[in-house]
Every structure is written in structure tokens, then in C-alpha cells.
């Protein structure tokens, strides 16, 4: 009898339109996401320089400190944000409209109670430490403090969209997402301008306008989600059971956000107490790199996780084992793709971009592009899956240990041994990989897909076009004349080698024909 797998199953016909109508629809998204990422990419590093020179080091410095108090409890939030986003699309997947009414009317009722609960401690404890330990000179405590009570509605404003924000995305309509988006970053260019036309405090006027901004956005997103889906007119009222299905999994969700901003602060304060500052500074550019490069993978991604739920949902376990084999090769051919070329030239484009490079800079950054690799390609569609499942406290638990040893293994060695800093990166990309092991074995049961079925889909295909890269980079990491022209040629054969080889070896048939296919849309 053959292996299962979902290159040999025979569909009926209309589960084979239904595939291929999903599929279109996450190309089409993915596009849109990229495009949205392009221009709000632009808008913020043009908008960023602008506002810091406007409003002079002083008031900025007061800015993002004094909202900085209220966005720190964003950290709470986006586990909430996480929750709802997973138990609509559940609901959505079941195709039972009173359980979408239920569900959101229920998700929505919980971030009231949860935006009272900020107000009360942004008000009580927030307020005494603006006060008491923040250091503002005293002309300018009236403009902090008018600052912070903004942000704390701005805040707010930003809890009660989530649900709504979550149905958009759910629902897929990627569209309305990177409209909104745009919009966004474009009313905040505009607020730049405004700065230097309104005769007001620059800083009072700066915070209001943005609230104003955050107000319209809520406004788009309500009216979209109110016209467009139904469920979003019901009546908000408090499920305790679903209640306490949120919480549950809110928690475990919260303890994996606070393992990985442990494991990425206790890297910092490691690499602080042995080697000073001048080196923080390298693991600061280092991880800039890596978010900017990581965000072209999370966009592809943000498209396809609603259908990885929508899937489990359904109980079509074929479509899920289909969409974990497009999440872990495209994400890896993705971040490949962008990385190889960084990699090859990182210390020709440091020069061109900083003044100045600190030492170890480079170094971080090829370690952190190869943990990109296992954790954002490999790891998140695997992440989406047993989110998917809401049975997510052993695969916290045992990823949240795993991850954490990153930190006690790398302190033994650097209290014992004389060892560079680029050993916790090391140590890093190690554990990584050891987790991504244990995530592998967590998950595949819990969606019921075989260890023999997933290795032949996901990993194999990226063994296929790894052999053949290596040996083509290493060839030319030997052209090493420094100038634009090299970069580009270099870049360009890097490219075109590594899309011929995923092309001919890291896709299926289908998956072939499909790019194929989109490719000739594209050009007529």
C-alpha cells in the first residue's frame, strides 16, 4: 500500500477547485501583505527621521518614554491579540454562524474587561511611576503627562480593534488589512507636515494627532467588519466557558512571549557583563537585520495561518498536512533567497550603512539569519499548527525550557572558558535546532501527520536545494572586490542559481504548475 502523503491522494474534483481556489487566494494575499510591507517600510524610515528632527532629542526621548510605560503593557495584549485572532478563525472554520456570534461577541466582551483592567493600573501604578522614577525636566511635565493620558486612550483604542482587526484577517480579506495599513502610515507622513505648519507644542500636538489617526483606524475597521460579516452585529455578552478557554490559552501563549523576550534580554545582558557596551551595540544592528529580513518570511505567513486553522477546524487533516508543506519550504526558499546575498557581502553592506561598524557585527548577523532559517521557516508553521489545536501547555513548557538553557549554557562557558562573543549565537543556533527537534515530536501527533510523511515533504525538498546551494556560495564568497557592481552581479547569479535549483528540486508538480501558472497570469 502506498505512503499517505497528499502528492498521491485522489481528490474528488471539487476538493481539488476548493485547493486551488485557497491557494490563489494566499498567493493574492501574500502579494498584497508584501506590498503593504514595502510601503510602510518606506513611510516609517523616512517618517522616523523627520519626527526625531522635529521634535528635537529632548522631546522624543520624553515621547517614547512616557508611551513607551503604556506600550509595555502591549506585551499583554498581544497575547489576547494571538487568542482572538485563533478562536474566530476557529469559529469561522466551523462555518456555524451562531458559534461565530457567540465567539466574537464573547472575544469582544473580554477585551472590555481588559482594557478597564489597563485603564485602572495605567492610573493607579502607571501614573506613580511616570511620577516618581521617571527622569523629565520640570517645563515639561505638563507635555508628559498630557502625553501619557493620550497614550493610554490611544491604547485602549488599539484593545477594542483587536477583535475586529482579527476578523479581517481571519476572514483573509488581506486587502482591507494592507488598505488600512497604508492609510495608516500615509496619515502619519501627513502628521510630519502638520508638525511644522501648527503653531502648538510640538510633543502635545504629536501624541494627539496620532490618537486621532488610531480613532480613524478603528473607525475602518469597524465599519468594514459591521458591514461585511455578520457575526460582528450580534450582541456582546460574557461566555464564561469560552471565557475560560480564552484564558487558558492566553496564559500559555503569554508564557511563550516571556520566554523569548527573557531569551533575547538575557543574551543582551549576557553579552554586557562580559563584554561591555561596544558589543551591544553589534547584537543590536545584528537583530535589525534579522527583524527586517524575518518580516518578508511573516508576511507569507500571516496569509496562510487563518487557512492552517480554518483546516484543523474543518478536520481536513490533508489540506493541513498541504499547507505545513507550503509554509516550511516557501518560508525557507524565502528567507534563503534574501539571506544568501546578505551573507556573501554582510561587510561591504555594514560599510555602506553605518559610519561606523562594530566589532562582531557581521558574525551576529550570519547567526542570526541561520536561526531565521530554523526558527521562522521551520518553526512557525509547526507554531500555527498546535496553536490551531488550543493544546498548547507541553509544547510551552518543553520550548520555553529549551530555550531558556540558551542562557545558563552560554554564561558556563564564558565564567569558565576565554571565548569570543559569537559563542552565545553558537549556543543559540545549537538549542534552536535541538527545539525545533522537540517541536517536531510535540506537534506531528496532536495533528495527526507522520514523522515519515513530514520528513519526505518538508525536509527533504530543503536538503535537495541546500546541497547544491552550498558549494555555489562558497564559489563565490571568493569574489571579494568590494563595490556595487560586484554586489549586484554576485547577487543576481546568487539569485538566479538558487531559483532554478528550488524550481527544478525543492517543488512538487503541482506546485510547479501553480507558479507556472501564476507566472504567465502575471506577464499577459
Not at 276 to 294: D, E, K, L, S, T
Request: net charge positive; with cysteine.
Amino acid at each position: 500500500m502506498p505512503k499517505r502523503s497528499y502528492l498521491n491522494i485522489k481528490f474528488p474534483n471539487y476538493i481539488m477547485q476548493k485547493n486551488q481556489s485557497n491557494n490563489s487566494r494566499l498567493a493574492k494575499n501574500t502579494l498584497l501583505l508584501y506590498v503593504r510591507m514595502f510601503v510602510m517600510m518606506g513611510i516609517s524610515l523616512f517618517t522616523s527621521r523627520l519626527i526625531l528632527q522635529t521634535l528635537g532629542v529632548r522631546d522624543f526621548g520624553i515621547y517614547n518614554v512616557v508611551s513607551g510605560a503604556i506600550m509595555t503593557i502591549g506585551f499583554i495584549t498581544s497575547s489576547f491579540a494571538s487568542a482572538s485572532s485563533r478562536f474566530i478563525t476557529i469559529a469561522i472554520g466551523k462555518n456555524n454562524m451562531d458559534a461565530m456570534k457567540a465567539t466574537f461577541g464573547g472575544i469582544m466582551s473580554i477585551q472590555c474587561i481588559l482594557a478597564i483592567f489597563i485603564i485602572l493600573l495605567a492610573e493607579t501604578l502607571g501614573l506613580w511611576f511616570v511620577n516618581y522614577k521617571l527622569v523629565i525636566p520640570s517645563e515639561r511635565i505638563y507635555a508628559a503627562m498630557f502625553v501619557y493620558q493620550i497614550s493610554i486612550i490611544t491604547c485602549i483604542i488599539n484593545i477594542i480593534s483587536i477583535p475586529y482587526n482579527a476578523e479581517i484577517v481571519a476572514h483573509e480579506k488581506m486587502d482591507a488589512f494592507a488598505y488600512i495599513s497604508i492609510f495608516d502610515a500615509i496619515m502619519k507622513l501627513l502628521i510630519v507636515y502638520m508638525l511644522y505648519v501648527l503653531s502648538f507644542d510640538k510633543l502635545t500636538s504629536y501624541s494627539f494627532l496620532l490618537l486621532i489617526v488610531q480613532c480613524i483606524d478603528f473607525l475602518f475597521y469597524f465599519s468594514y467588519s459591521f458591514k461585511k460579516f455578520p457575526e460582528t452585529r450580534g450582541k456582546i455578552k460574557i461566555d464564561k466557558d469560552l471565557s475560560k478557554e480564552v484564558m487558558k490559552y492566553t496564559s500559555w501563549t503569554l508564557t511563550g512571549a516571556l520566554t523569548n523576550m527573557t531569551c533575547n534580554q538575557g543574551i543582551n545582558i549576557l553579552l554586557n557583563l562580559f563584554f561591555g557596551p561596544a558589543v551591544n551595540a553589534a547584537r543590536g544592528v545584528a537583530f535589525q537585520v534579522q527583524m527586517v529580513i524575518q518580516n518578508f518570511a511573516n508576511n507569507f505567513q500571516t496569509a496562510l495561518n487563518p487557512q492552517i486553522v480554518k483546516s484543523f477546524a474543518a478536520k481536513d487533516n490533508n489540506r493541513m498536512e498541504e499547507l505545513l508543506s507550503i509554509g516550511t519550504k516557501f518560508s525557507f526558499y524565502m528567507l534563503l533567497v534574501i539571506s544568501l546575498p546578505v551573507i556573501l557581502k554582510i561587510d561591504f553592506l555594514l560599510q555602506v550603512w553605518l559610519f561606523e561598524v562594530p566589532d562582531y557585527t557581521s558574525n551576529f548577523i550570519i547567526f542570526l539569519l541561520l536561526v531565521n532559517l530554523v526558527h521562522c521557516a521551520l518553526a512557525n508553521p509547526l507554531i500555527f499548527a498546535i496553536n490551531a489545536t488550543g493544546d498548547i501547555k507541553i509544547f510551552q513548557i518543553v520550548e520555553g525550557v529549551c530555550l531558556l538553557s540558551i542562557l545558563p549554557v552560554a554564561y558556563l562557558f564564558y565564567k569558565f572558558g576565554d571565548f569570543s562573543p559569537n559563542l552565545v549565537f553558537l549556543v543559540y543556533l545549537i538549542i534552536e535546532i535541538i527545539t525545533q527537534v522537540a517541536r517536531v515530536y510535540i506537534v506531528l501527533p496532536k495533528v495527526k501527520i507522520k514523522f515519515s510523511d513530514y520528513f519526505r515533504t518538508n525536509l527533504l525538498p530543503l536538503l535537495y536545494v541546500l546541497i547544491p546551494i552550498v558549494p555555489i556560495t562558497l564559489a563565490l564568497s571568493y569574489f571579494n572586490k568590494d563595490t556595487w557592481v560586484n554586489f549586484f552581479l554576485l547577487s543576481s547569479i546568487e539569485l538566479l542559481s538558487v531559483a532554478v535549483v528550488i524550481y527544478s528540486l525543492g517543488i512538487t508538480n503541482n506546485e510547479r504548475e501553480f507558479v507556472k501558472n501564476k507566472i504567465n497570469s502575471f506577464l499577459k
